[in-house]
């Protein structure tokens, strides 16, 4: 029997990430409104069983199902959510949480399920690379390169990361691409070819500083070589909003281009990488996916912005008090060590 309620499926990742899981489904349990609300929580079993889940929800026609993992969980779900009346929701505990900072989902759990009862709806973009969608970010180079080698590590976490980076970074040999858009073909040697919908890879790296989810168009970044020298001030402005401005880096924006390498190799979507051929063809669709966003903390726009600033202290700060206290006296040891080799 209809009861009026909306159905609300959370599909849990117990793997991905480093924050544990249980925790946040006996939040759920406290603090979602069972008045507007019927709740179902299924965890995945194993890789790809989240877009199964996904697809059959859909088909359902629940209301949202809500991806309680990291961006690849969020991207299988949201592949299979696409063009359907079934929203995505976020409850972000990923190691990069691109999309979920980007739509300012709070990285704060309790807030992410505060931010679903609230049920505020906005439709987005999506792109497709080689027909395979992503949400966030997708590209091929150095940070193709550097997912292929997080996935092969086993690890997870910034640890992990920064050091694969600071190894692979050392011998990394950009590669030359011939790259057509609008008919128009220019050839360059690149370290990376980024390719965003949203404006982050994740952990508030901006790749695409400038990019919007709802304007039908890529934001595409070219990183040309560079020396080492100049690694520290790139990795600034990457986490600076202001990468696009480096004498280094190229900008433009497309409803989509074509790619050509010499040879087959690596290229990554939302982070996970994929083997793919020497052509390579990215757009953008159009308002393909609802997500659930949270409400304007304010009509006033300064005082919107400023609540968003806010936000994000409060985000770093539990982030900080959680690990990276740990993880940057470890990154330093670490880098130290790398360094002396």
């Known amino acids: 029997m209809d009861n009026g309620k909306r159905k609300i499926v959370f599909i849990v990742n117990p793997k991905s990430g480093v924050q544990g899981k ?3 489904v006996r939040w759920i349990g406290e603090r979602i409104d069972k008045k507007l609300y019927d709740t179902e929580i299924i965890y ?7 877009v199964n889940i996904a697809k059959e929800k859909a088909a359902e026609k629940v209301y949202a199902v809500v991806a309680i993992g990291g961006d690849g969980t969020i991207n299988e779900i949201a592949r299979s959510l696409v063009h359907t009346d079934t929203a ?20 704060d759990a309790k807030k992410a399920i505060d931010t679903i009862n609230e049920g505020r709806l906005e439709t987005i973009d999506y792109g497709l690379i080689n027909e395979i969608p992503f949400f966030c970010t997708c590209g091929v180079g150095f940070d193709a390169f550097i997912s292929l080698k997080f996935a092969e590590a086993g690890k997870r976490g910034p640890l992990t990361y920064i050091e694969k980076t600071i190894r692979e970074s050392i011998n990394y040999a950009p590669e030359t691409y011939e790259v057509e858009i609008d008919g128009q073909r220019a050839v360059h040697k690149a370290f990376v070819i980024a390719c965003g919908n949203a404006s982050q890879y994740g952990n508030n790296a901006y790749i695409a500083p400038r990019a919007s989810l709802n304007d039908g168009l890529l934001d595409v970044t070219i990183i040309e070589p560079f020396n080492m020298r100049e690694a520290p001030s790139l990795s600034f402005q990457l986490f600076n909003k202001t990468i696009d401005q480096d004498s280094h880096v190229k900008t433009l924006k497309c409803n989509s281009l074509h790619i050509k390498r010499a040879k087959n190799g690596v290229a990554h979507f939302d982070g996970d990488p994929i083997m793919l051929g020497e052509s390579i063809d990215v757009k953008i669709v159009k308002q393909g996916l609802k997500v659930i966003i949270p409400s304007p903390k304010n009509s006033s726009g300064v005082l919107t912005r400023a609540q968003d600033y806010l936000d994000e202290i409060d985000a770093f700060i539990e982030q900080v008090s959680r690990h990276n206290k740990v993880i940057l006296n470890k990154g330093k040891k670490q880098v130290k060590k790398i360094l002396s080799q």
């Open 88 to 107: 995505l929701g976020i409850i972000p505990c990923g190691s990069g949480n691109g999309l979920a900072r980007h739509l300012k989902v709070s990285l």
């Open 44 to 50: 995945t079993k194993w890789a790809g069983h989240a």
């Open 22 to 24: 249980g925790q946040i």
